[in-house]
């Protein structure tokens, strides 16, 4: 029996050993693939100039009402067709617990000074339902507004294990978000679909194609890009993946373009050397140079980043290696490969300020959001002469 049992382990670890090397090499192969594709072109690589009128301006408050006690996190935002914003978070009892589900709320107004009360999308009851499948937990989630004037929400579910074993989902509205869909579950890979997160928004290509930055976390590390295709057809959706780069050691890819076909991406680090990566591509996002660590600090922590008008580029991210206490922002000159700090967000010790979110609007407003000591979605609304105005001053 013990022989018998022990022929049967080896069998197992003859079989599982193939398909652990097949799971991983699976995305290196279509990363391989990919740096060999036609370039793509990059809509709106140049935002609008920053409003001037009235001089420099910057106004904070808060999206999600006091959650006494509870926990929200991971939220994103965009702009919908009429000018008024749109954002998404999570929330619960803690991260990762069943109670948790994606909330959605929207601005009474461009400026996005007051909201609406928050709504519930989906959780894991529902999105367990939609799919048809288990569902033990949701997490991040991203919004934006597709080229066809549709929104789209991209999703976290997961069945079994951690943050690991998920798989990405997507849920589609006609109007705004006033109504979704039912949740369509991305098939990214052949072999168990897993482990498969999204964090930052979407690059948008003249073709009609979305790009959205996406990372892999099971037996490695590594960031990725989810395209989409949003074909004629409400339930028509074209999709695949393309990898950003090897290794083990960056997820969490924010993409900033600055031509038709350049844009420069910065990487959360999972390494020993809790540095910011970077990399860039010259062809739309079809390969990607090789990361290299900026002298910014990362301490695996989530980071998001703009082009303004002129060229520059805004990023904030947590400005230290231990923990999560402080927000700051710097400025790049050159495509994000030098930085200067000009402004301190949020600076507590022993609290905790992450996953800033940025986006720059048609009127030029630039938008950060970001969680506020787990309880609740802080929102600043800036310009560029605000900008420039930290820049002139310095770090406070």
């Known amino acids: 029996m013990k022989n018998n049992c022990g022929q049967m382990h080896r069998h197992l670890v003859h079989i599982l050993i193939p398909i652990t090397v097949i799971l991983y090499a699976c995305p290196f192969f279509q990363w391989l693939s990919s740096r060999h594709q036609a370039p793509f072109a990059l809509k709106d690589h140049a935002p609008a100039a920053g409003i001037e009128d009235g001089g420099a301006f910057m106004n904070a408050g808060f999206i999600t009402p006091d959650t006494e006690g509870a926990m929200v996190h991971a939220a994103s935002m965009c702009e919908l067709p009429d000018g008024r914003l749109a954002a ?3 929330g619960g009892s803690r991260e990762g617990a069943e109670d948790v589900a994606v909330f959605f709320s929207r601005s009474r107004s461009a400026a996005g000074s007051s909201w609406s009360s928050p709504r519930m ?5 529902t999105a367990s339902e939609e799919l048809d499948r288990y569902i033990k937990k949701v997490g991040n989630p991203v ?14 579910t997961v069945t079994v ?8 989902n997507v849920k589609i509205s006609e109007d705004r978000g006033a109504s979704w869909d039912k ?13 498969e997160l999204v964090r930052n928004k979407p690059v948008f290509m003249t073709d009609g194609r979305i790009g959205v930055p996406i990372y892999h976390e099971c037996m490695g590390d590594f960031p990725e890009l989810l395209w989409l295709d949003p074909v004629d057809g409400k339930d028509k959706l074209s999709y695949r993946k393309t990898r950003m780069a090897g290794g083990a050691r960056f997820i969490q890819p924010c993409v900033v373009p600055y031509a038709p076909f350049c844009a420069t991406a910065f990487y959360r680090c999972r390494s020993g050397e809790k540095k910011t990566g970077m990399a860039v591509t010259t062809d739309g996002g079809a390969a ?11 301490m695996d922590a989530g980071l998001d980043a ?26 790049s000159h050159d495509r994000g490969r030098s930085w200067r700090r000009i402004a301190t967000v949020e600076n507590s010790p022993g609290s ?16 950060l959001l970001y969680t506020w000591h787990r309880k609740r979605i802080k929102h600043l609304v800036f310009n560029e002469a605000w900008v420039n105005e930290q820049l002139r001053g310095g770090v406070r």
Not at 143 to 156: E, K, N, S, T, W
Not at 161 to 167: I, L, Q
Not at 183 to 195: G, H, V
Not at 288 to 298: G, I, K, T
Request: with cysteine; hydrophobic share 40%; charged share 15%.
């Open 288 to 298: 990607w140079s090789d990361p290299q660590f900026l002298s910014l600090p990362n």
């Open 161 to 168: 294990g951690g943050w690991s074993g998920s798989s990405l």
């Open 88 to 90: 998404v978070w999570y």
């Open 306 to 331: 703009v082009g303004l008008s002129d060229g520059r580029m805004l990023m904030v991210f947590n400005d230290t290696t231990k923990g999560r206490e402080n927000l700051k922002m710097a400025l």
């Open 183 to 195: 949740t369509r579950r991305l098939t990214l890979s052949p072999f168990f679909n897993i482990s």
């Open 352 to 367: 905790e300020f992450s996953y800033p979110y940025l986006i720059c609007t048609q009127s030029g407003q630039i938008h």
């Open 143 to 156: 919004i934006f507004a597709g080229p066809d004037l549709r929104l789209y929400l991209i999703y976290v």
């Open 121 to 125: 999308i989906v959780n894991r009851s």
